[in-house]
């Protein structure tokens, strides 16, 4: 079946696609037929065996110089679905397939990109300006699990106050239900959440309603069950050099510059055929490359080239090196954002006390979450107690926007053995003071999925492999938290939900009334949101106008300013606490006028407490005495 009437995205004005990285390689559906190609230097003789009711039929490629077979079909179009028959031998799916409509290990099928009519010319992009990401997982978010079933969704999230939505990865993966990063057909939307179409709708109706889509893709390895590369080439995977998954993607070896390609291409398609606003980069401390020019340099500019429109590029990577955010001129990677996970473990700790693994290089003090919240990243070089190896490097100049933050993301919440969500773990009162943290900093906020209404749910790590694989995945997962201190006998880890039960899939899925029945923290994300939005002071992403500061070991002071407008967020963490804000605001000197309450956590229409913030002026002296457990946002215009 073809896929439905398409504009296409013209590149950026100016720029000029690399005819190594254009995405030349696969189906390409033509008018009078399908031209196919494929890079498999290991075969002497492709085939390209089209499935047909009489039978399949085998059309031989042409092979040329390294290792590139193609060649032309006539009389078949969109739709025709078709395998690689390598030397006579066996047939495989294609690397740069656009759709796998009967798995990752069935046939691929030829789609045509460029049918689908888009309605979203007067899309401007996506830039860290202004940024509200909202991550979430397509197959959990809504009972059908679908791109279509999501669509319905998007007038709400608009209302929610974010900009931008952030799939987490869709490339297609073995079973019915995966996080994604066991993707295998890179190019090719999973068939659990609908066709290429369907996708394209998503983006064009996310667009029309005035949101970017930022897609997450996994460059660092590839899935277990389905990965087919190896039968085409011994160069996609180098053993000089390791990853958590085994051996790393080659992108310096011999023969990587097809392998580069193979990327780059997959990336420019996300962008060129599907029109996605930018690119979440997995784990890409994992992304080995020793070449004078690293893949991430390269890759982001050919995503930026690929587009009409501004993107931004963001990288996950545990290291908090600042090389990947500066400008590639300066020595960098270009790239527009990382994630900054120190903001998220000091208030993890701070509100839990939970200090296993990676958390004891966490205090979770008041001082640790001030100094992150100016400076965006807490390690800067400084050993770590977890490991003892320095992590980190200076911030200088870096903008606030390149340092995305959360307080919980599907890392945090769903590789915990139960999937608990921070809201699960400490009082109502005390996550609506981290979410006031997080939407008053200037850094980029991520929700995750449901936060915004302290979803009941767990997200739980699941999968759909084979049984024997399947099997070992079960195994690995338990095993993985025998050294914690819950979990240390077998009979604990039993409680551990199998990867491989549907049970776990579906109880990872949100339940969306849930916006209504916790309607109170709902709505104080909504408020937040549109104060960040709409405040002339909170708009603004300067890092330059920020102090925050400790008061005492519980209470965080940030002091924000503009011109005459002052803003001081006071988050009270502990007991109720009596403040003097002239602790609390800039060294710059106390503002002339008169603080007001903007918003307080504890307001009833929060689900709060009820109890108000006193403020009383002393002379020129103003103190706020905070409720326990609170977080208040003053407010003051000189003059």
């Given at each position: 079946m073809a896929e439905g009437p398409q504009r296409t995205r013209e590149p950026r004005p100016g720029a000029q696609p690399d005819a190594a990285t254009s995405p030349t390689l696969g189906a390409t559906v033509l008018p009078n037929g399908v031209r196919f190609a494929v890079w498999a230097p290991k075969a002497k003789r492709v085939d390209v065996r089209i499935a047909r009711e009489d039978g399949p039929a085998d059309h031989p490629l042409t092979r040329q110089e390294d290792g590139l077979h193609a060649g032309f079909v006539p009389g078949i179009g969109a739709g025709a679905r078709y395998r690689y028959r390598l030397d006579g031998g066996a047939a495989y799916p294609d690397p740069w397939s656009r759709f796998q409509p009967e798995g990752v290990h069935g046939p691929s099928e030829a789609i045509d990109p460029t049918t689908y009519s888009w309605g979203d010319t007067a899309w401007p992009g996506l830039t860290t300006?202004?940024?509200?990401?909202?991550?979430?997982?397509?197959?959990?978010?809504?009972?059908?699990?679908?791109?279509?079933?999501?669509?319905?969704?998007?007038?709400?999230?608009?209302?929610?106050?974010?900009?931008?939505?952030?799939?987490?990865?869709v490339a297609d993966f073995p079973g019915r239900w995966n996080w994604g990063y066991d993707g295998v057909a890179l190019f090719a939307p999973s068939r659990a959440y609908g066709r290429p179409d369907d996708l394209r709708r998503l983006v064009d109706a996310a667009h029309q309603a005035g949101l970017g889509v930022i897609l997450d893709v996994v460059y660092n390895h590839l899935g277990p069950d389905g990965n087919y590369l190896g039968v085409y080439s011994d160069d996609y995977f180098t053993g000089r050099h390791a990853t958590p998954w085994g051996d790393a993607v080659n992108y310096d070896g011999p023969d990587s510059r097809r392998v580069r390609d193979f990327v780059i291409g997959n990336a420019r398609s996300w962008i060129e055929e599907f029109h996605v606003d930018g690119l979440r980069l997995d784990a890409t401390h994992a992304i080995v490359d020793d070449s004078p020019r690293h893949l991430l340099a390269e890759l982001g500019e050919q995503a930026r080239a690929a587009s009409r429109t501004p993107i931004v590029l963001i990288a996950e990577d545990e290291r908090n090196d600042v090389r990947l955010v500066r400008p590639v001129a300066e020595g960098g990677y270009?790239?527009?954002?990382?994630?900054?996970?120190?903001?998220?473990?000091?208030?993890?700790?701070?509100?839990?006390?939970?200090?296993?693994?990676?958390?004891?290089?966490f205090e979770g003090t008041a001082a640790g979450i001030a100094r992150v919240i100016e400076e965006g990243f807490l390690y800067q070089g400084q050993i770590e107690p977890h490991g003892g190896h320095p992590r980190g490097t200076k911030v200088t100049t870096e903008p606030a926007g390149a340092f995305v933050f959360c307080v919980e993301n599907h890392d945090q919440v769903g590789n915990r053995a139960l999937g608990e969500r921070l809201e699960h773990l400490i009082a109502p009162a005390s996550f609506a003071v981290a979410s006031a943290l997080l939407l008053f900093a200037p850094e980029t906020p991520l929700l995750w999925m449901g936060q915004e209404f302290a979803a009941s749910s767990p997200f739980l790590f699941f999968t759909d492999h084979t049984p024997e694989l399947g099997r070992l995945v079960t195994e690995g997962r338990r095993n993985?938290?025998?050294?914690?201190?819950?979990?240390?006998?077998?009979?604990?880890?039993?409680?551990?939900?199998?990867?491989?039960?549907?049970?776990?899939?579906?109880?990872?899925?949100?339940?969306?009334?849930?916006?209504?029945?916790?309607?109170?923290?709902?709505?104080?994300?909504?408020?937040?949101?549109?104060?960040?939005?709409?405040?002339?002071?909170?708009?603004?992403?300067?890092?330059?106008?920020?102090?925050?500061?400790?008061?005492?070991?519980?209470?965080?002071?940030?002091?924000?300013?503009?011109?005459?407008?002052?803003?001081?967020?006071?988050?009270?963490?502990?007991?109720?606490?009596?403040?003097?804000?002239?602790?609390a605001i800039s060294s710059g000197g106390r503002p002339n006028g008169e603080w007001r309450v903007i918003l307080s956590t504890a307001d009833s229409r929060y689900g709060g407490s009820g109890e108000e913030v006193a403020l009383e002026r002393e002379d020129a002296r103003w103190r706020a005495a905070l409720p326990a457990k609170t977080a208040v946002l003053l407010g003051v215009t000189e003059g």
């Open positions: 300006d202004g940024l509200v990401i909202y991550e979430l997982h397509v197959g959990a978010y809504t009972p059908a699990g679908t791109f279509a079933a999501l669509v319905d969704q998007l007038p709400e999230l608009k209302r929610l106050g974010v900009t931008a939505i952030e799939l987490m990865p270009g790239l527009d954002a990382v994630w900054a996970d120190d903001f998220h473990h000091e208030v993890r700790v701070a509100l839990t006390g939970q200090r296993e693994g990676y958390f004891s290089n993985e938290f025998a050294w914690f201190a819950g979990f240390r006998d077998d009979r604990s880890r039993d409680r551990i939900p199998d990867p491989q039960d549907q049970a776990t899939f579906r109880s990872s899925k949100l339940d969306l009334s849930e916006r209504e029945s916790h309607a109170g923290v709902y709505r104080l994300y909504q408020d937040l949101l549109a104060l960040r939005r709409g405040d002339p002071v909170l708009h603004d992403q300067d890092r330059t106008r920020i102090r925050a500061t400790a008061i005492g070991e519980r209470v965080v002071a940030v002091h924000r300013w503009r011109g005459a407008d002052h803003r001081l967020l006071l988050a009270n963490l502990g007991d109720s606490a009596d403040i003097d804000l002239d602790e």
